[in-house]
């Protein structure tokens, strides 16, 4: 039997296993919402990636939580104040988890251990209608704002809650 994953927040140390959770949450989550090639670049720099999580990190850590399993990050969720001029408040940056933690409930731990049940915003891909579902049972709901995400190119919306 498998332990379940044991959620923290996250520190320094996090950066490698959490830049490698995150490129592979992306190839998992976005494979067909995002073209191959730009998906592969944007995932292959595995050392930047590592390099920018040391760096969030050191400066943001409060901002981040990880779930761990056996040492290694599975999952991680980050919030912090708001980016969009419109709409202050805490803004949802990131919510993943590995494909096969998906249904399991983690990811939704993971969101209240980044925001609870405060108000709050996030940016979720037009195409990715099972994050959009799963946020809608957090209580989000699109506000009709829509954007082109500049790194992959493909549309996005902003969903809400109000807590």
Same mark, same amino acid.
């Given at each position: ?65 990880? #779930? ?6 599975? !999952? @991680?969720?980050?919030? %912090?104040?708001?980016? $969009?001029?419109?709409?202050? +408040? ?40 099972? #994050? ?6 957090? !209580? @989000?709901?699109?506000? %009709?704002?829509?954007? $082109?995400?500049?790194?992959? +190119? ?10």
């Amino acid at each position: 039997m498998m332990m379940a994953p044991v959620l923290r927040r996250a520190t320094p140390a996090d950066a490698e296993s959490g830049a490698r959770c995150h490129a592979e949450c992306w190839r998992e989550a976005y494979a067909a919402i995002v073209d191959p090639d730009v998906l592969r670049r944007s995932t292959d720099d595995l050392a930047g990636r590592i390099a920018r999580w040391r760096e969030q990190l050191s400066r943001h850590a409060d901002e981040r939580w990880v #779930a761990l399993q056996s040492g290694q990050v599975v !999952g @991680f969720s980050s919030a %912090g104040p708001g980016r $969009d001029d419109d709409l202050p +408040g805490l803004e949802m940056y990131a919510c993943y988890v590995r494909s096969r933690f998906w249904g399991s409930g983690l990811g939704s731990c993971l969101v209240r251990a980044a925001i609870g049940d405060a108000p709050a915003y996030l940016w979720v891909f037009e195409a990715n209608a099972r #994050a959009r579902a799963f946020y809608r049972k957090h !209580g @989000f709901v699109e506000d %009709g704002t829509n954007k $082109d995400e500049p790194r992959f +190119g493909r549309p996005e919306v902003r969903m809400v809650r109000d807590g």
